[in-house]
């Protein structure tokens, strides 16, 4: 099975690449970008295992829960 | 609108971070990884500019399209 995970930061946490992109774009000319925020994204496929083995992934290794949170989709083969 | 812009390398392309993760997984006793890509997602909140903005936005900044692909999705406010 293939999984999507998004790992953003939580709202509240200073977030200085997207603050870098914002600012980019304003040097590129793009008016009207209010908001910038980076995060990744990891895509696992698992021969062995399930959505629960996934969280426990998260939780182990791809997110520190302090300052991000998490989301999992399931992916077409 | 809110956007997020989802990128990710292109197949065949070499990704030592997801090799790294992968690595990782293993010595944390998680068997049955077969494959770890890592991409990034960028959550951009704009006042103007509509989805071709945001297309402009990411061939200009976000993405190198040698090595990358990418997808927006419409996040809701």
Chains 1, 2 share one sequence.
Not at 33 to 47: A, E, P
């Amino acid at each position: 099975m293939r999984y999507r995970v998004t790992v953003t930061l939580r709202e509240g946490i200073l977030d200085p690449q997207g603050k870098a992109v914002k600012g980019a774009l304003e040097n590129l000319g793009f008016e009207g970008v209010d908001r910038v925020r980076v995060g990744k994204v990891i895509d696992l496929t698992l021969s062995e295992g399930d959505l629960e083995t996934v969280h426990e992934i998260c939780k182990k290794l791809l997110v520190n829960p302090v300052i991000e949170d998490y989301q999992i989709e399931t992916l077409e083969e």
